[in-house]
């Protein structure tokens, strides 16, 4: 048995999101099907992220076994003639058997992108969040500020799935303006369900005035959802990089 | 009664086209349905080129007349807040009364993309021209130059509108590369239908050795479009620049 790796990128605009659902088209089945045609057997496909409705990609992680043996360096191509354009394979490696797209992951990021003040670009749409009014680049920093190190990130969390346990570490949250065009740079050792759309909620809030930069060490504390911003829409949110160990990390950092 | 010049951008996917069609969706038919609804009367706007089905502007002049007096500096908003998101407008000016938006303009420039080599980038999709083989930036390089002045660009150009003179004067094709993604600039004083695609068809077939980039005056005099390249796909094409003199021409500066 072969055990591959394969990174990945995807505009979400077309998908309801990662992983597979019986009525809607999914990134997974989609590469699932290209993947299957390609090696003539069915392949299943691990995510290194469940990824929302019109959430991108820009470096993904995907992990799945075939009897096959397809050369790796040829794969790329070879999967990609077979995928839609919004979707595209850039690299292939070997993996040893207990590699996990979830579970051996040692980072990720996410980068959510506002074009604020100034008019609207006409080529953002389904790709960056438009708000008239300015943002202000200070405040959001020092909110930002307030998520860093390890808490329960139980108040920026949506509730829809189960896990062990709330606590999270974030190692980064780089708030950057170019122009109208605000980036929003978040890296942590794993985000829950809506956990960095709602990170964004809370900072833009800070900057509007709704709740202070100072508050969110208090936020955090008293794990309420109501505290903190709201979840700022999908369509400005790209994972923009996932670490591991070995093989994997070597194809995600090239 | 008030002569007003738009600046707008708008991601050609969604249309086919600017110029007003009987059954199928334009940008001029949006804009005009945008603008008859802000002023209450029917509006009627000349554009500055007729971009085909699937072609962008990054810059594109619009100018019209009305009896209603909405000011200038809030119009654009007002009328961005009408329009779908993938058409969006950034200024406006007034004009004299014989201002027109293809006869007043001096210079023109479109650029064309195509990312070669390497891997499809899936947010390309509709935007980029992907070719898997390698391009030669020195040999494109040469073709475009013997492209500039003045010269009849008949061999490059889709017949389709009639025109008094097929006669034109080139003023920059520029060549660019960054990573696997190439540029092609091309200003000039007017553009044949199809001249700017055709163009870059041509300095790519020099590339890929199909025809020699020591050619292409040859081409020109021949007036014969079978001798020139290929007209490459419209989803790499953008309005990038469009000049005029007077207030119109500091509007699109800006």
Redesign the interface.
Known sequence: MNYVALRL???GSAYHGWQRQHNALTVQETLEKALSRLYKEEIHVTGCGRTDAGV?A?KYLANFRTRGAIPLDRL??AV?ALLP??????GACAVEEDFHAVFSCTRKEYTYYIRSG??????E?R?VW?R?EALDLDVMRRAAAGFLGTHDFAAVRSVGTNVKTTVRTVYEFAVEREGALFSFRIAASGFLYNMARAMVGTVVYASIGKLSPEDIPRILDSGDRCLAGPTVPPQGLYMTDVRYPGAAGRLMEG
Do not use: I, Q
């Open positions: 990128g995807y505009d991108h820009r790329p191509l990609n354009h919004d979707v595209a394979v850039s100034g008019y609207r670009d006409p080529f749409l790709r438009y008239p």
